[in-house]
């Protein structure tokens, strides 16, 4: 089934918001806890936020923010509900000390939509958005994120670098990269 991706717009900022919330719970609750957790969303996502961001990449080349819409209520396999029109987003900018690298500031899909190919859509979308425009996609993930590690690996992003994390003491997180095709004639 095609997964359908567009550009965000900030009538999207809700869901993405909530999208955020519910991914950030499933993926980092036992590694920050529930209430860094919700500390981190509210600071991170908030919806001001969330839509400078999304007006910032209207009209550039160079910065992506994409949201993949929640499958139709007619399709077989949905369980989505109505208030969630969205099962992911995805987000990158230039990376600010190389202009050669585009950094993947976000990416998150609704925990009920892992391992349904949204994410996979997502990225290839951005692939083929930013591709001629970098040559390479670089992200972090924390050390003890083993979903978002094994997803980005899968993918054929490279560890490059280990470093302190900001989110809390003693915590790491891994900076990985991959190459970006060349652009399309």
Do not use: C
């Not at 920050?32 to 910032?56: F, H, K, M, N």
């Not at 425009?133 to 979903?147: K, W, Y």
């Not at 990269?177 to 652009?183: A, G, I, T, V, W």
């Amino acid at each position: 089934m095609t997964r359908p991706v567009r550009q965000a717009t900030v009538d999207d900022v809700w869901a993405i918001h909530e999208v955020a919330r519910r991914s950030w719970h499933a993926a980092y609750d036992d590694i920050l806890g529930p209430e860094r957790v919700d500390d981190v969303v509210s600071d991170w996502y908030s919806i001001g936020d969330l839509e400078s961001a999304i007006t910032g990449t209207n009209g550039r080349e160079n910065a992506v923010f994409l949201v993949a819409e929640a499958p139709s209520a007619d399709d077989e396999t949905s369980e989505s509900r109505v208030e969630d029109p969205l099962s992911g987003y995805i987000h990158a900018v230039p990376w600010p000390e190389d202009t050669s690298v585009a950094f993947l500031a976000r990416l998150y899909v609704r925990p009920d939509h892992w391992n349904d190919g949204f994410g996979t859509a997502l990225l290839e979308r951005l692939e083929t958005n930013l591709s001629g425009q970098f040559d390479r996609l670089r992200l972090a993930v924390l050390a003890r994120n083993e979903i978002g590690i094994s997803f980005y690996e899968s993918r054929g992003f490279d560890r490059v670098e280990t470093r302190p994390s900001d989110l809390g003491p003693g915590l790491e997180e891994h900076v990985y990269e991959k190459q970006l095709p060349d652009s399309v004639a």
